[in-house]
């Protein structure tokens, strides 16, 4: 064995170390924050979380330096538990999707733990708080980090446990545990289809390990399942449609999407780090990791792109509409999302990716800014009460105007050399139902650059709708460093395009099949001034500019002219209404009908109490033995059992 | 297999002389010395399983620590004990718990906690007599003798409502056990003159027969579990007994339905069990979605967690019926963290009721705001009851879904719901209670645990999280037994 041997086996040895310190770090920032909290104090719970996820992102920037320079690595770290011939394991697959993950994660979270000194000062859960998002953090990093199916669901859940308890941090508001009840289930909902998919997986490949699953998969792609008798559907579609009904669930694909937007009634920090930069993803990035079964699937690709598209139109309509400025971002994303989930219906998964990527700063910022204003403005989220605001916030303002350009997708910034990739993607696409997905995404970029500049023009520009008396400040460093730190890969995220989608970045970690024409940054720019989609965007964002700058007057007047369909809009299309009449109200109808009709009048009324009736009848006639006294009762009862075991030993049949 | 140590009879006899111990220190003047007594009992015996654990061996499928005696000769009876990798966990889940309800009821009971404390070491005692029993009779023994000390623990300290409780927990289960007693004198008369549940599983039985017997048993055992349609009793039974009766019958009483399931029906009439598993898997699925349902609408925190326990067990004979190692494991996975979830959701329903009196959901709202600490705790086991992953309640509900996913699509279609009502009765319950501005003056004057109770609720805790962490454990001394149980049953003995 020679030294340069040495030296390798000292290295892996040193990198299982970091692997481990990625997720565990921050998992034990979250225990001490969340235990110790009162003892440590405010400084020593954002200290030591602040640490233990700066620990985790530095290691995370190692691990990618070291995926990129060919060093993969999946791997065991304990085995959870062995059933019969089905072991499932603990364990990571860090390869050039995971790294990439484990970067953006780590960096948004870093800088929203920072950003949280300043937003959460006033608050008394700040400790707990703190916690919370490590702990979210430690969830994150276990998902993405995955080589397994079980693991993932772990992460799946403990990242929505956690968006649990942070939509209902205050948890006196009934607004706010309403809503964090709501996504829960309807996020169970999702995972219900995601169960369903896992169990389907080790039932048919005799594992959980994503490795030897995909290895087995291409010589399934025939096989079928019959679901309802006689009609036999191709098993992999079935697999992956059940997973991507979880991946609806987390990442709010209509019509499982109605949680989103009510999950801002949690602290502003938590809205920009988990539903919008990183834990929404997570069903992107599963479709991504699974898309050797995806692409087995031709019918399970359309429900994706179709589903995406869905989602893209119909949230950047409504974000129209909308006044709350979180509401506004959320809706954002949610159109975003469904942008990145038509990227992988289009099989175009690099480039699903790479949005994600781009918009988890971008969305971090336009969310970070958000918070700003609505500090700055003592917790007031009302765009009709802003305006102005530029003056008073210039580094807010700054940084929001780069996000909202990077989310209309106006060239350079980073959301334009994405968002346009996806749109040439669907374009070229063959799934079925492209054409469609197509123009309904291009619709989505006009009203994504109207419902952007209308943000920026209604909160920041025009006169001050606010009490001037009392003028708004520029927030404190801690607030103001992330947002510049997460404006600056708003900006330049996207000139990584060559690198990270056409230099074959991805390699062997997810299917590449999105073989784009790339000369290089300028002529992609170049192109893409020339298509539909950049003069859509830039056409909303000009009608913005005429209808809120120009003539403030006008929208009230639209939406009085298209009163029925602007309320529709308005009110989400109705889904809320719809769902909680037919779900919460059904459940509960139905489970009334089934304890008073079923438990209290069947089987108690007629069954027992009428075998109890007939019994107190018999008993009519011996009831000198109804003392009332326990003991007797309980020694009759041993008296008959000694009597009836006295039958058997003497009258049994003895052979 | 025969072990020097008779630690099967330490497990069931320790708790009964500490029993006896406690009652004969005396009334109430001398509470405390029966406190400390009781504790030291119980404790006492769970030490004695820790053994059977450490020198248990995970490549025998058969039964370990065997002691055999004879009992009652001419009727060829005998004291016949012994664990395998099906019962062993529920020798230490019983005294386990049995440390937990002896702390718990430490200051809340008061009057005559002498025989409070006995009642529940006695039942511990005979708990493990029925998971340990290889004879017929001693089994039918104890199983009967159980209820007795419940009986009386809802009888004399239960609520308002304890005597139509308790009758109707006395009637449903004498009507079942009835029919064992018949199964139990067929099957002797079949062998030849012999009670060893072992030489049972070797006796060759027509179909017909085996058919009759599996009803004759299966009434017994289903209203213990409980299973639809034979659950109502639970509920009240629940409402009624005092929280440590709640904790033994959720956490141990409701096991001995599934535990008789899998130690008779499955092994000696296993062309009936593979014939009927249709039957069982519906009656399964149904405590699952339709007990689901009704859970929902509960106003009384109690009764909502009784039918969750109903909808728990479901699992429970899902996983036995549908005949694959992950089936069966799961389902006693799913046992053994009931065990605790269930048990640390009535402790904190107890933990309310001590300071409110009422187990109203609708008198409570805003706890959180007063009693953080036990918010937290109760968060965790909320999560576990709703099936959250890195909890104990994960493990086994998952292990049955993928089991049943090998049977049949749609029947793993119909457990996943649980994913969507186990979180929505438990979660808007916490909610209700829970989360909210304060809701009264009582709600306000709320103080948070106490010592014990953290120590309690704590240790389930630390229990629900390492079953869901790192189950291996837990299930590796299952195996042997588990696929030697299943190899059996493969096999036809008509």
Request: glycine share 10%; aromatic share 14%; charged share 10%.
């Amino acid at each position: 064995m020679g030294a340069a041997a040495l030296a390798w086996i000292d290295k892996m040895i040193t990198m299982k170390f970091l692997y481990l310190l990625v997720p565990l770090a921050p998992l034990a920032g979250a225990i001490v924050a969340g235990l110790a909290g009162r003892a440590i104090g405010r400084a020593g719970a954002h200290g030591v979380t602040i640490l233990s996820v700066l620990v985790s992102f530095l290691a995370s920037c190692v691990i990618l330096a070291d995926v990129l320079n060919g060093n993969t690595f999946n791997g065991s770290v304990y085995t959870w538990l062995t059933s019969g011939d089905t072991r499932l394991e603990i364990g990571f697959l860090i390869d050039r999707l995971s790294a990439l993950m484990m970067v953006v994660v780590s960096f948004v979270s870093l800088m929203v733990h920072v950003y949280t000194i300043g937003y959460m000062a006033e608050d008394p859960g700040y400790q707990r708080f703190f916690s919370y998002i490590s702990l979210f953090t430690f969830s994150m990093l276990m998902l993405v980090m995955a080589n397994n199916f079980l693991q993932l669901f772990f992460g799946w859940e403990a990242v929505g446990l956690v968006s649990y308890l942070l939509i209902g941090f205050w948890y006196t508001r009934p607004s706010a545990i309403f809503a964090n009840l709501k996504a829960f289930l309807v996020n169970r909902v999702g995972d219900f289809g995601f169960v369903l998919g896992i169990a389907l997986i080790l039932a048919h490949f005799g594992s959980l390990d994503y490795a030897t699953v995909f290895g087995a998969a291409p010589a399934a792609a025939g096989q079928t399942i019959e679901l309802f008798g006689g009609t036999p559907w191709l098993l992999l579609s079935v697999i992956c449609i059940c997973l991507f009904i979880g991946a609806m669930g987390k990442s709010a694909q209509f019509p499982l999407h109605v949680w989103l937007p009510d999950s801002m009634e949690g602290p502003t920090p938590i809205s920009a780090l988990i539903h919008a930069a990183t834990m929404v993803t997570a069903g992107i990035f599963m479709v991504a990791r699974m898309s050797p079964l995806f692409e087995l699937s031709q019918t399970a690709l359309s429900v994706v792109l179709a589903i995406g598209a869905i989602t893209a139109v119909s949230m950047a309509f409504v974000a129209i509409t909308q006044f709350d400025i979180k509401r506004v971002v959320a809706y954002s994303t949610l159109s975003q999302l469904g942008y990145m989930t038509a990227a992988l219906g289009a099989s175009a998964y690099s480039a699903g990716i790479f949005h994600l990527m781009t918009h988890a700063f971008f969305k971090a910022v336009l969310f970070l800014g958000a918070g700003s204003v609505i500090i700055a403005l003592h917790h007031e989220q009302d765009m009709r009460r802003m305006g102005g605001l530029r003056r008073y916030l210039p580094i807010t303002y700054l940084t929001v105007l780069v996000g909202a350009l990077a989310n209309a997708g106006l060239p350079p910034f980073a959301g334009f050399f994405s968002k346009d990739l996806i749109l040439e993607a669907v374009h070229a696409s063959a799934t079925p139902g492209a054409a469609f997905a197509y123009w309904l995404l291009v619709a989505a970029v006009f009203a994504g650059g109207v419902y952007s500049f209308r943000l920026v023009f209604m909160a920041f520009h025009g006169k001050p709708r606010f009490d001037t008396a009392h003028p708004p400040h520029e927030s404190p460093l801690v607030v103001t460093v992330p947002l510049v730190l997460l404006a600056i890969p708003s900006v330049g995220a996207g000139w990584l395009i060559g690198e990270v989608v056409f230099g074959g970045y991805f390699g062997s970690s997810i299917v590449q099949k999105f073989a784009g024409e790339y000369h290089g940054l300028w002529a992609f720019m170049a192109h893409g001034v020339t298509t539909l989609p950049f003069w859509l965007a830039l056409g909303g964002a000009s009608l913005a500019a005429y209808l809120y700058l120009l003539r403030p007057d006008l929208p009230k007047r639209i939406a009085i002219a298209f009163g029925p369909l602007y309320a529709l809009v308005e009110r989400k299309y109705g889904f809320d209404e719809l769902y909680q009449w037919l779900f919460a109200g059904g459940a509960r109808a139905i489970g009334t009908g089934l304890w008073k009709g079923g438990d209290e009048r069947t089987i108690d009324g007629v069954m027992v109490n009428g075998s109890a009736r007939l019994v107190g009848w018999i008993s009519g006639v011996v009831r000198l033995a109804q003392s009332g006294l326990i003991y007797q009762y309980a020694f009759a009862m041993i008296f008959g059992v000694l009597a009836v075991m006295t039958w058997f030993v003497f009258l049994a049949p003895r052979t | 297999m025969t072990h020097t140590v008779p630690l099967l009879s330490y497990a069931i006899w320790v708790p009964i002389v500490a029993a006896l111990l406690v009652l004969a220190a005396g009334g109430d003047r001398n509470a405390p010395v029966q406190r400390w007594l009781a504790l030291a009992g119980s404790i006492t015996g769970f030490v004695v399983t820790i053994p059977l654990y450490l020198n248990f061996r995970l490549d025998v499928a058969g039964m370990q620590f065997v002691e055999l005696a004879p009992w009652i000769q001419q009727f060829n009876i005998h004291y016949h004990l012994g664990v395998d990798g099906i019962s062993l966990l529920f020798l230490m889940l019983n005294s386990f718990i049995t440390i937990l309800v002896v702390i718990s009821g430490w200051s809340v009971i008061e009057n005559r906690v002498g025989q409070y404390l006995a009642s529940f070491l006695v039942l511990s005692g005979l708990l493990n007599g029925v998971f340990s029993a290889l004879d017929a009779v001693l089994f039918y023994v104890f199983f009967e003798a159980t209820l007795i000390p419940m009986f009386i623990i809802i009888g004399v300290w239960g609520g308002p409502n304890r005597v139509y409780a308790a009758l109707k927990f006395f009637l449903y289960t004498l009507a079942g056990s009835l029919l064992m007693l018949i199964a139990l004198l067929y099957l002797y008369g079949k062998s030849g003159g012999s009670f060893a549940i072992l030489d049972w599983h070797q006796l060759p039985l027509p179909l017909e027969a085996q058919k009759w017997l599996f009803f004759g048993f299966l009434l017994a055992f289903a209203v213990k579990v409980p299973m639809w349609p034979v659950h109502t009793w639970l509920p009240d039974a629940h409402t009624e007994a005092p929280t440590g009766g709640s904790v033994v019958l959720a956490a141990i009483l409701l096991k001995l339905g599934a535990y008789g399931l899998i130690r008779f029906s499955l092994p000696i009439l296993p062309d009936a069990s593979r014939d009927l598993a249709w039957f069982m898997i519906a009656l399964s699925l149904v405590a699952v979605v339709y007990i689901g349902l009704v859970a929902l609408v509960q106003n009384d925190m109690k009764k909502l967690i009784a039918y969750s326990s109903i909808s728990h067990m479901g699992f429970v004979t899902l996983g036995f019926f549908v005949f694959n190692a992950l089936g069966l494991e799961g389902a006693l996975v799913q046992m053994i963290s009931h065990g605790f979830v269930s048990a640390a959701m009535f402790l904190c329903v107890g933990v309310m009721y001590d300071r409110m009196h009422t187990r109203m959901i609708s008198d409570y709202g805003g706890v959180v705001n007063t009693m953080p600490k036990f918010a937290a705790l109760m968060m965790l086991f909320a999560m576990a009851n709703s099936g959250l992953p890195a909890t104990s309640g994960f493990v086994g509900e998952f292990m049955v879904i993928l089991g049943a996913m090998k049977a049949n699509f749609w029947i793993a279609f119909a457990a996943a719901t649980t994913l969507i009502f186990g979180a929505a009765y438990t979660l808007w319950l916490y909610k209700r209670v829970i989360f909210g501005a304060v809701a009264n003056e009582h709600v306000a004057g709320l103080k948070d645990l106490n010592g014990r109770e953290f120590l309690v609720l704590g240790l389930l805790a630390a229990a629900v999280l390492w079953m869901g962490v790192y189950p291996l454990p837990f299930t590796e001394v299952m195996h042997a037994s588990v696929n030697e149980l299943l190899r059996h049953v493969a096999l036809p003995k008509i």
